[in-house]
C-alpha cells in the first residue's frame, strides 16, 4: 500500500510526501537522513496519511493537496488529529 502523508513541525511547518514504507519513510525524517527542505525546517512528525491501493492514486492525492492553501491542509489534518499529535508515536 502506498501511503500520502503530510508531516510537520513542532512549528507546525508542513511537508506532504508519498511512501511505500511510512515508518522507515518517518524514521528518516526523524534521524535527519532526507537532506533538503525536511531536514531544514525540522519536519518529523506524521500528522495525516491516506491509503491508496496504487502509487498512481497515491501521486495525484499527493499533488490535489499540495495544490490547496494551508488553510485547507490544515482542516484535512485537524479534521482526523485536532491536536497535531505526533502519530509515530503510536508505533511499536
Known amino acids: 500500500m502506498i501511503k500520502c502523508h503530510p508531516m510537520a513541525s513542532r512549528s507546525r511547518v508542513l511537508y506532504i510526501g508519498v511512501t ?48 490547496w492553501r494551508r488553510s485547507k491542509k490544515v482542516a484535512l489534518i485537524e479534521s482526523m488529529n485536532p491536536t497535531w499529535k505526533d502519530l509515530s508515536s503510536e508505533w511499536s
Request: net charge positive; charged share 30%.
Open 20 to 67: 511505500g514504507d511510512l515508518q522507515r519513510r518517518v524514521e528518516q525524517h526523524k534521524q535527519k537522513a532526507v537532506e533538503g527542505f525536511t531536514q531544514k525546517y525540522n519536519v518529523t512528525m506524521p500528522v495525516y496519511y491516506e491509503v491508496a491501493n496504487d502509487v498512481h492514486a497515491a501521486l495525484a492525492r499527493e499533488k490535489q493537496i499540495k495544490g
